[in-house]
């Protein structure tokens, strides 16, 4: 055989050997993005004719940069563009997969605030994860493979363009920024979540948390007079704030008899109900700390960091101030404090506890509860805030197998809308129903004052997330309960009063004032600061917000009207008349 034949046969190889490695990255590109052409359609329908020529521009060069990293010469380099491409591919398209929307700079602040639950999510989340290690590989091996340039003009020029796949990712970012976090739709997963986590980081070391002013509020000691009071009644000596975790509203059932929530239906006379209300936040961070820092509906953003806390009103009011975490134990770094809790903040609760990481989860909160009854036994006024750990997903693994009475769950059976219901359904059962008799029967209610809702509500639908979404979130990832547990008869005739008249525009935003009125703070300067409490009728339109509550790009966050009187229900969770038709059985035993 001749050496031209020979060179030839080679030369037909290398060409076909580029023509299979173009192949794999256009299937890879293709498969990994998703909105390229609506995106193209939408900007021409709007006659955006410089930001259609700005987006194809970015497509164009990332797909240039693409090229230039996956025939890079130097085998060491093309293997590092390969690792960073296939990583960002694969965050960006289970992000997705899981979200139904695309990762922006919000999504990313929101995961790393929550990053604490990483485990968690990674229960919840496992076909998600075999997809992104399964993306993360693909894309190694179709950027890292042979063949590149051996020699030639080719090779010289790849070397010197060896840094162009770095382009892209400053001029997606530089879009974000300008977009103030936004502007990252349909760009190319292959560089777009990379440059929204350096948007994300450089925001955040840019915007250091302010210092915390001084409580400035007028006050009277609540127990100067017998039946005074900023309440106009009995004062009370004990306040709990207990902020369940992922526990919507319409999945507590007030009819008496009903199979759900039966010893919350048989304990209504004790509680004065707002809900269902909205919460501050749909993400458990940003709900926990508009509580903490008692920030008011309209004044989120950076002011609110400077709002004193919480544990300062308390203290300065004479109360012991005491902070639960039942969900401390989920936390892989137990160095650090969840929910934009500080080490400064920290100085202020006299009495903290964090929950063991050995106590098994469907009993958090039987130990969370222990620990409330134990601090009510105290002739000290005191303030208690409780993170429960409530209906966290995985749902299934926060209660016993005794306690599965709705089936087939989701460990059962396929992951499905009813599934999840049936699943949901349990926990709520037993994490909140049979935790809040147990409080209900055995705290000293005479002088004490339970506020009680939920971080945040839960979107039960597969095809989405639960909660935390910050592009078009679903209502019911806002959706709480709200209400009042107290033996204080003329207080809870107040705010019942006050609930009734304000049926439809329950709200997160109203309990810090109520928490300050009980503390003693005068009602007028509490609600010209903070806002009206649950004592007074609201009118306010219901809300609340995702993404950035701290003004990082915006004063003016995302906010989301919601309607109280909709009915959420999915109706695979509507009951059948026959459910209530024999008395529920006594709560699962523990």
Not at 20 to 49: E, H, P, S, Y
Not at 83 to 88: E, K, L, Q, R, S
Request: hydrophobic share 45%; charged share 20%.
């Amino acid at each position: 055989m001749s050496t031209g034949h020979l060179r030839c046969q080679f030369d037909a190889k290398r060409v076909l050997g580029f023509a299979a490695k173009v192949v794999a990255i256009a299937v890879f590109v293709w498969m990994t993005n998703t909105g390229f052409m609506q995106r193209i359609d939408l900007l021409i329908g709007q006659g955006r004719w410089v930001t259609l020529v700005g987006f194809v521009g970015v497509w164009g060069l990332s797909l240039m940069a693409l090229l230039v990293a996956a025939f890079q010469g130097n085998r060491w380099l093309r293997v590092c563009w390969a690792a960073v491409i296939g990583f960002t591919t694969a965050v960006g398209f289970v992000y997705h997969k899981a979200s139904g929307s695309e990762f922006g700079v919000l999504d990313a602040l929101s995961l790393w605030n929550a990053r604490h639950e990483a485990a968690r999510a990674a229960e919840f989340y496992t076909t998600d994860l075999y997809w992104l290690a399964a993306v993360l590989v693909a894309g190694v091996i179709v950027f890292a493979m042979p063949p590149a340039p051996a020699a030639g003009r080719a090779r010289r020029w790849l070397a010197r363009l060896a840094w162009l796949p770095a382009l892209p990712v400053v001029a997606i970012a530089a879009i974000v920024m300008v977009k103030q976090g936004g502007g990252s739709e349909a760009l190319p997963t292959q560089f777009g979540p990379l440059s929204v986590g350096l948007v994300m980081g450089s925001k955040v070391s840019a915007n250091p948390v302010p210092q915390r002013r001084d409580v400035s509020l007028p006050w009277h000691s609540p127990f100067d007079n017998a039946g005074g009071g900023q309440s106009g009644s009995k004062p009370v000596r004990r306040i709990v704030l207990l902020v369940d975790e992922s526990v919507r509203a319409d999945y507590i059932d007030w009819t008496p008899g009903n199979p759900y929530t039966p010893q919350l239906a048989r304990l209504k006379n004790m509680t004065a109900d707002f809900g269902p209300a909205a919460s501050g936040g749909n993400c458990s961070h940003y709900a926990n700390a508009i509580l903490r820092f008692a920030a008011r509906q309209d004044g989120i953003g950076r002011a609110m960091l400077s709002n004193p806390t919480l544990w300062q009103y308390a203290r300065k009011a004479g109360f012991r101030t005491v902070f639960i975490d039942g969900q401390a134990g989920f936390n892989r770094n137990p160095g650090k404090l969840q929910n934009f809790m500080t080490a400064a903040e920290v100085r202020d609760i006299d009495t903290f506890h964090a929950l063991d990481a050995d106590i098994a989860p469907p009993m958090l909160d039987d130990h969370l509860t222990d620990i409330v009854l134990r601090e009510l036994e105290t002739d000290k006024p005191v303030l208690i805030y409780a993170n429960k750990n409530g209906a966290h997903f995985p749902y299934d693994l926060s209660y016993p197998e005794n306690a599965r009475i709705f089936r087939p769950t989701m460990t059962e059976t396929a992951d499905t809308t009813a599934s999840r219901i049936r699943s949901y359904r349990n926990v709520i059962r037993w994490s909140v129903d049979r935790i809040l008799q147990r409080l209900i029967e055995k705290a000293p209610l005479d002088d004490t004052v339970i506020i009680y809702t939920s971080d945040h509500g839960q979107a039960l639908n597969p095809e989405r997330f639960t909660h935390c979404s910050v592009d078009r979130p679903d209502p019911r990832e806002g959706l709480v309960p709200l209400f009042v547990i107290t033996g204080n008869v003329a207080l809870r005739a107040k705010l019942q009063a006050a609930a009734d008249a304000s049926r439809g525009h329950g709200s997160h935003f109203s309990i810090a004032p109520t928490v300050l009125e009980l503390l003693g703070y005068d009602r007028a300067a509490v609600t010209e600061t903070h806002g009206p409490s649950l004592l007074m009728k609201s009118a306010r339109a219901a809300e609340f917000t995702s993404g950035d509550i701290f003004g990082l790009f915006s004063e003016d966050p995302n906010r989301h009207p919601i309607d109280l009187r909709v009915n959420y229900l999915e109706p695979a969770a509507n009951p059948t008349p026959a459910a209530y038709t024999a008395q529920a059985g006594p709560a699962p035993a523990q």
